[in-house]
């Protein structure tokens, strides 16, 4: 029997990207649950509208989400890169996507998608405990606090980024602090931010633990003629080429651990006492509540000031 390259663009690849996405795939569950339901007996999916889409979003949300619905959550996958259609008032699967998956596929896709949701929510919950116990430490315990930092900002897999994000920000938010700056973040449950992960001035941060020079064409096309600083565990020369004057500057992990934590902790270490990191940490934390209280206001995509 002939396979199929791995490298065929399907739903399954498609979704894989996703994993651990809350709004992508909590648009996404509903659809293929109903494609699986209607094709295990003998039917053609009709898809779903934006309400029924809107029951299932909220019924994950229930169990692991912790985020509320926007329409907007279903402009993206109608793009050509994405995994919808829309016609006679119902959201469908693109069918392109379908072509070839079996039922037993799209349920095992089911299931993956699922637990990386799940998977998700229990490693914000493990950390919001690990922070709420690090940041409760006497004052004096610095290294506990510096550790704690290094480890979270260098978990760089998994999880959409989502850590490599928080930490990232919380470092550098406070690091800017320190000499007058302010720095804000983007809530990363909308989709709408226009490329802008943190703010600062006339400028943005867009953030990602993808070093794909891909990546950076689609985050260049984003907010045109704005300053921006890219934020990656790792720039390689490819990047750096590509990037030229359109990026005010680079942020690497090296940098992270090496200049603004290393100034951070220098401080402290000075003083005795751990004020920035304990800032950093409670920034983190936070963040990761925030993520998963997901308490959304404005659902322009406007920054949510701390």
């Known amino acids: 029997m002939k396979t199929r390259p791995s490298s065929a663009r399907n739903l399954r690849s498609v979704l894989q990207k996703q994993l651990g996405k809350r709004t992508v795939l909590g648009v996404a569950i509903p659809l293929l649950e109903d494609h699986i339901s209607e094709a295990a007996v003998g039917r053609l999916s009709l898809g779903l509208t934006d309400k029924q889409i809107e029951t299932g979003f909220r019924q994950l949300a229930a169990q692991f989400l912790h985020s509320d619905f926007h329409s907007t959550y279903l402009a993206r ?6 995994f919808l259609d829309f016609s006679g008032g119902k959201y469908q699967l693109r069918p392109s996507l379908l072509t070839g998956l079996t039922i037993e596929e799209l349920r095992a896709l089911l299931d993956e ?36 930092v290094k480890e979270y900002l260098s978990q760089i897999s998994g999880n959409g980024g989502e850590m490599f994000e928080v930490v990232s920000f919380a470092v550098l938010r406070e690091y800017f602090r320190t000499f007058g700056f302010s720095l804000q973040r983007f809530s990363t ?31 260049l ?86």
């Open 221 to 306: 096309r984003k907010s045109p003629g704005t300053k921006r600083v890219l934020v990656r565990p790792n720039m390689t020369q490819k990047v750096f080429d590509f990037s030229g004057h359109q990026v005010l500057e680079t942020i690497e992990l090296n940098d992270l651990l090496n200049h603004f934590i290393a100034w951070l902790s220098g401080r402290d270490t000075r003083m005795k006492h751990s004020t920035h990191l304990q800032q950093v940490l409670e920034i983190a934390l936070e963040e990761f509540r925030r993520e998963d209280r997901a308490e959304i206001t404005d659902v322009s995509g406007s920054p949510m000031v701390n």
């Open 113 to 148: 998608v699922t637990q990386s949701l799940r998977s998700a929510f229990e490693q914000r919950q493990a950390a919001i405990r690990r922070l709420e116990e690090t940041c409760a430490l006497p004052e004096e315990h610095l290294e506990e606090r510096s550790a704690l």
């Open 189 to 219: 449950t909308h989709a709408n931010d226009g490329g802008m992960d943190f703010v600062a001035g006339d400028a943005i941060y867009q953030v990602t633990t993808d070093e794909s020079v891909a990546k950076v064409q689609r985050d």
């Open 77 to 82: 996958p109608l793009r050509d890169s994405g």
